[in-house]
């Protein structure tokens, strides 16, 4: 149990220096969106390619992966049909559905794999398929739709201009061809990807001085229900297809269940301020924080109950 609090110790830490340096205004009114184009635009995807060019793609491929794959997957598909279903809006509803499926497997699922599962390796597959898939495809998708002031050619190639699209494409090529990036490259990149966490958690913890607190704006429901499907939906699809369909061993099915009840990662909030839509903005913050603040009873509740049978 150490690790889980320990790892949400960390989160929180950093969040709380973003909110006291915002509150003191030592970084500046524009503080966050500054920090939060840094993240995206540099530090993110030198992480992902740092991450991903030296990994094998087909370690990706395990039992436990494809049941948090289903689960995330499956989370996604219910929040798009809801969300268009009820009208709100092609920004906030693509985030709140790639929200509803994107784990928090970098700054909280590492801690979280170390010392309560014992290894960060169930936590690899995790982030490759996150950012190599989720991520680039869903906003290379969404860059596309909405440049509407754009023609079709360059709607067509608005995604190549995307950093983590970028980033995800060269990293695979490498990977894929065997390609050894040189340690003259590689080490400025890693360098600057080990910024990524703490800048963002640093982002999110101002924005929570710039903004009205969460759930104080807006609808609740859609927080509330991507919250649900990343907090209880994942985690028991991931049971169900893992111990059902899979016939998981006991080990990696706490595996995997564990990995899909971490919460939604920081990411989520960085990816919504690429787009001017103050509602996917709200709704990418609230989701991070309410999910963040109940997921230690739930991966507590899961390792508990998944982890005696």
Not at 166 to 184: D, N, R, Y
Request: charged share 5%.
């Amino acid at each position: 149990m150490g690790g889980v609090l320990t790892g949400f110790a960390i989160v929180i830490a950093l969040i709380a220096v973003g909110y006291v340096l915002g509150r003191a205004g030592t970084l500046g009114p524009n503080a966050e969106f500054v920090l939060t184009r840094f993240s995206f635009n540099a530090a993110l995807p030198a992480l992902l390619f740092t991450l991903v060019a030296p990994a094998h793609i087909s370690d990706i491929v395990t039992p436990q992966f494809a049941a948090m794959a289903t689960a995330a997957l499956a989370g996604i598909g219910v929040y798009l049909v809801i969300g268009s279903w009820r009208r709100w809006g092609l920004v906030p509803t693509t985030i709140g559905a790639l929200a509803s499926g994107y784990a928090n497997a970098g700054n909280l699922g590492i801690p979280v794999a170390v010392y309560v599962l014992g290894s960060a390796a169930p936590i690899v597959p995790v982030m490759l398929f996150q950012l190599l898939f989720l991520a680039p495809v869903t906003l290379g998708v969404l860059d596309a739709l909405t440049g509407a002031r754009a023609g079709l050619g360059a709607k067509l190639l608005a995604p190549l201009r995307n950093p983590v699209v970028i980033a995800a494409l060269g990293a695979l090529v490498c990977s894929v061809g065997g390609i050894v990036i040189p340690e003259a490259v590689m080490q400025p990149l890693q360098l600057l990807g080990q910024a990524t966490v703490p800048v963002m958690l640093t982002a999110f913890g101002i924005s929570l001085n710039e903004h009205a607190r969460p759930l104080s704006e807006g609808p609740a429901s859609p927080v509330l229900l991507a919250v649900g499907l990343k907090l209880i939906g994942g985690p028991v699809i991931t049971w169900a297809v893992g111990s059902w369909l899979l016939h998981l061993a006991a080990e990696p099915l706490l595996q995997a269940v564990v990995c899909s009840a971490l919460p939604t990662a920081q990411n989520i909030y960085i990816y919504s301020l690429r787009y001017p839509d103050p509602r996917a903005h709200r709704l990418g913050r609230d989701i991070v924080f309410v999910s963040t603040l109940a997921s230690l009873p739930v991966i507590l509740l899961v390792v508990l109950m998944v982890g005696q049978h």
